[in-house]
């Protein structure tokens, strides 16, 4: 039997992807919600050797797969936080939001296991390279 509103072509579809996914760099997953979201980023995790970059719409999106995301793998997963509003991006900076980013774009540069949510406007953030910070403040 299967759930309601799933057809048998979705669940042949989902384990093409992942018994496929080992040999991907990347992949883009679009219009998964709910628990088909979790079970698909939890399904790449365990067949995945290096980092999962998961990206929502909003930070509140975010903030929520990430808590549920901690449940099952604790301090594998990261948070890379940011202001969707311009004014507060630029006016508000507090220690833990600059440690946070800090942190998460650390453990992107080490290509270990782990999990990192982000909201779009985080993608969209520019970030200084580390050559280019090397270059100003040395």
């Known amino acids: 039997m299967l759930p309601l509103g799933i057809s048998k072509k979705q669940i042949h579809s989902f384990k093409e992807w992942i ?25 790449a995790y365990e067949n995945w050797k290096g980092p999962i970059v998961v990206v929502t719409p909003t930070m509140l999106q975010a903030t929520q797969l990430y808590e549920e995301l901690v449940q099952w793998y604790e301090d594998e997963v990261y948070l890379f936080t940011v202001e969707e509003s311009l004014a507060a991006e630029y006016s508000i900076h507090s220690p833990e939001v600059v440690s946070n980013r800090i942190r998460t774009l650390q453990f992107l540069t080490t290509g270990e296991k782990g999990i990192v949510v982000v909201p779009l406007s985080g993608i969209q953030k520019a970030i200084s390279t580390f050559r280019s910070l090397e270059e100003k403040y040395h």
């Open 19 to 43: 018994e496929n996914l080992p040999m991907m760099q990347s992949q883009l997953v679009l219009g998964l919600t709910g628990a088909a979201k979790h079970l698909a980023v939890a399904n």
